[in-house]
């Protein structure tokens, strides 16, 4: 059973999953669970739970996570998401940037959406080739800072 003083107990996400699991404890490392929780402890964000971590097993690093500007910069999926909306068109767009020359089925079983969403996108895409309009942040001419206010 989860407390509220673990980050477990205040992720409601999690609080389902947490309550639907009523068996033994389980050993995040195949072997050598105890002798390693004996030797450094128990990882204090599982103490309470079923799982049981040795202390310094997994990560828990700020260097581990990009910012949200970094990412943006590597990953078209989240950028898309950023600029669209979390939604299947970002996901669609995402696909098409990559290979905007494979058929429409082909394309919505990538991003893993309906033939109708992927069709929609991909025409609005194709269209904006065609005029030749970008179709990519990085292909837009750059937008002037925001000047400050005072």
């Known amino acids: 059973m989860v407390r509220g003083g673990t980050w477990l107990g205040k992720d409601r996400r999690l609080a389902r999953l947490v309550a639907a699991y009523a068996g033994p404890p389980v050993d995040l490392l195949p072997t050598g669970t105890e002798f390693q929780i004996e030797r450094r402890g128990e990882d204090e964000r599982f103490a309470l739970s079923a799982l ?17 500007e970094a990412l943006i910069r590597h990953h078209a999926g989240y950028r898309n998401r950023v600029l669209m909306g979390p939604s299947f068109r970002a996901d669609v767009w995402s696909v098409l940037e990559q290979a905007p020359e494979l058929p429409i089925a082909e394309l919505a079983r990538r991003a893993s959406c309906s033939f109708a969403t992927e069709w929609q996108a991909a025409r609005d895409y194709r269209l904006l080739r065609a005029a030749g309009a970008p179709t990519r942040l990085s292909d837009s001419p750059r937008l002037p800072a925001a000047r400050a206010r005072g």
């Open 52 to 68: 049981r971590t040795p202390n310094g097993t997994l990560r828990d690093r700020a260097a581990d996570v990009l910012s949200p």
